[in-house]
T-cell receptor, first 113, second 112 residues
Framework: QKEVEQNSGPLSVPEGAIASLNCTYS??????FFWYRQYSGKSPELIMF????GDKEDGRFTAQLNKASQYVSLLIRDSQPSDSATYLC?????????????FGKGTHLIIQP | DTAVSQTPKYLVTQMGNDKSIKCEQN?????MYWYKQDSKKFLKIMFS???????INETVPNRFSPKSPDKAHLNLHINSLELGDSAVYFC???????????FGAGTRLSVL
């Protein structure tokens, strides 16, 4: 059974600091990795995706992937109160993922003004 | 223009009823999905549909039946609704089965 694990939090970070969110996955053949942000009562919104080992940066967000350790992380620099949300790690299986994304249970992030 | 749209946004119904949720995407994607998000906010795949191939999550009861009249639409029909079906149902679409998935706004189903 494919599993994606995240610390549910809440993770409390002061405004302006770096928020670090972590995720591990069980399927070693997983090919692509996504971070979605979900505000309460809203739909998941894609923040970052990463396919290769290493870092990928987009504005204040950096995704990090280590396939050997089966570990994905998301760093948010200069955290803003508007970053307060639940962050969902999602993994697409090997072979294109026709059976959909496997999501973690999400980390609830709170940015304290 | 909303990329992935679902109707209705809210659905309140009695146990035992049959209901449908509709989903349409205007992104030109060829793969569509239904996800269920329970009260603990856990998001789980129910179905994916690509080029007329339906992949069903084995844990989904057969009271749930997806129907896709064309690549832009994937509807979800639920028979004999139960209390445990209360959840938010999200439709999503992607280009190819490995592509980035974009989500609709969700349908909040409450079974009384």
């Amino acid at each position: 059974q494919k599993e994606v694990e995240q610390n549910s939090g809440p993770l409390s970070v002061p405004e302006g600091a770096i928020a670090s969110l972590n995720c591990t996955y069980s399927d070693r053949g997983s090919q692509s990795f996504f971070w979605y942000r979900q505000y309460s009562g809203k739909s998941p919104e894609l923040i970052m995706f990463i396919y290769s080992n290493g870092d990928k940066e987009d504005g204040r967000f950096t995704a990090q992937l280590n396939k050997a350790s089966q570990y994905v992380s998301l760093l948010i620099r200069d955290s803003q109160p508007s970053d307060s949300a639940t962050y969902l790690c999602a993994v697409n299986a090997a072979g294109g993922g026709a059976d959909g994304l496997t999501f973690g249970k999400g980390t609830h992030l709170i940015i304290q003004p | 223009d909303t990329a992935v749209s679902q109707t209705p946004k809210y659905l309140v119904t009695q146990m035992g009823n049959d209901k449908s949720i509709k989903c349409e995407q205007n992104l030109g994607h060829d793969t569509m999905y239904w996800y269920k998000q329970d009260s603990k906010k856990f998001l789980k795949i129910m179905f994916s549909y690509n080029n007329k191939e339906l992949i069903i999550n084995e844990t989904v009861p057969n009271r749930f039946s997806p129907k896709s009249p064309d690549k832009a639409h994937l509807n979800l029909h639920i028979n004999s609704l139960e209390l445990g079906d209360s959840a938010v149902y999200f439709c999503a679409s992607s280009l190819g089965t490995g592509g980035i998935q974009y989500f609709g706004a969700g349908t909040r189903l409450s079974v009384l």
